[in-house]
T-cell receptor, first 115, second 114 residues
Framework: DGGITQSPKYLFRKEGQNVTLSCEQN?????MYWYRQDPGQGLRLIYY???????QKGDIAEGYSVSREKKESFPLTVTSAQKNPTAFYLC??????????????FGSGTRLTVV | AQTVTQSQPEMSVQEAETVTLSCTYD???????LFWYKQPPSRQMILVIR??????QNATENRFSVNFQKAAKSFSLKISDSQLGDTAMYFC???????????FGAGTILRVKS
């Protein structure tokens, strides 16, 4: 079955560490997105990529980095510069560049906790 | 910048009854798209329904329908014959035409009671 796989499901980070969240899709979708979910704030866009080797900052990109070396993969690195990284992270993809016509397909998320 | 407001943090409904979730948005755009997503306890986001702003007819998907009031910038979701499996967080989302991101509201937790 096609879909988006996020790993790990739970991740614990020590202060000062960088961690990388994996996102892989086998849907042959062009665009991929990373959202952060916090209680009471909905989802906020971190980064998005509409094509391989290109990505754009979203609304809350500070302290995060991404790469898009393959169409199927869009990993997110949470750096030590991100002061409040504890959150639920969702990866999504869309068949077209914008997601306007068919919406997004989401992964099952990664819960990141700073310990 | 567009904003999406869901004024009901939590709601509950009895099984088999009808419930309406509210959503308002703020935009100066004339063409855009609106969505409702469901996030059950598994936390997997699922697209429930989609509406194009230039279409006057309200979208319907089985037990789910919307009341789209463009002038009022309102986009409510009606769930008929509520089922226990409808228990979830529901998010309203906006995308402008030619845009490249979904803007989400804060969500409404819906609990269906037996």
């Amino acid at each position: 079955d096609g879909g988006i796989t996020q790993s790990p499901k739970y991740l614990f980070r020590k202060e000062g560490q960088n961690v990388t969240l994996s996102c892989e899709q086998n849907l042959n979708h062009d665009a991929m997105y990373w959202y952060r979910q916090d209680p009471g704030q909905g989802l906020r866009l971190i980064y998005y990529s509409q094509i391989v080797n290109d990505f754009q900052k979203g609304d809350i990109a500070e302290g995060y980095s991404v790469s898009r070396e393959k169409k199927e993969s869009f990993p997110l690195t949470v750096t030590s510069a991100q002061k409040n990284p504890t959150a639920f992270y969702l990866c999504a993809s869309s068949i077209d560049w914008t997601g306007a016509f068919y919406g997004y397909t989401f992964g099952s998320g990664t819960r990141l906790t700073v310990v | 910048a567009q904003t999406v407001t869901q004024s009901q943090p939590e709601m509950s409904v009895q099984e088999a009854e009808t419930v309406t979730l509210s959503c308002t948005y703020d935009t100066s755009e004339s063409n855009y798209y609106l969505f409702w997503y469901k996030q059950p306890p598994s936390r997997q986001m699922i697209l429930v329904i989609r509406q194009e702003a230039y279409k006057q007819q309200n979208a319907t998907e089985n037990r789910f329908s919307v009341n789209f009031q463009k002038a009022a910038k309102s986009f409510s979701l009606k769930i008929s014959d509520s089922q226990l499996g409808d228990t979830a967080m529901y998010f309203c989302a906006f995308m402008k035409q030619g845009g490249n991101k979904l803007v989400f509201g804060a969500g409404t937790i819906l609990r269906v009671k037996s």
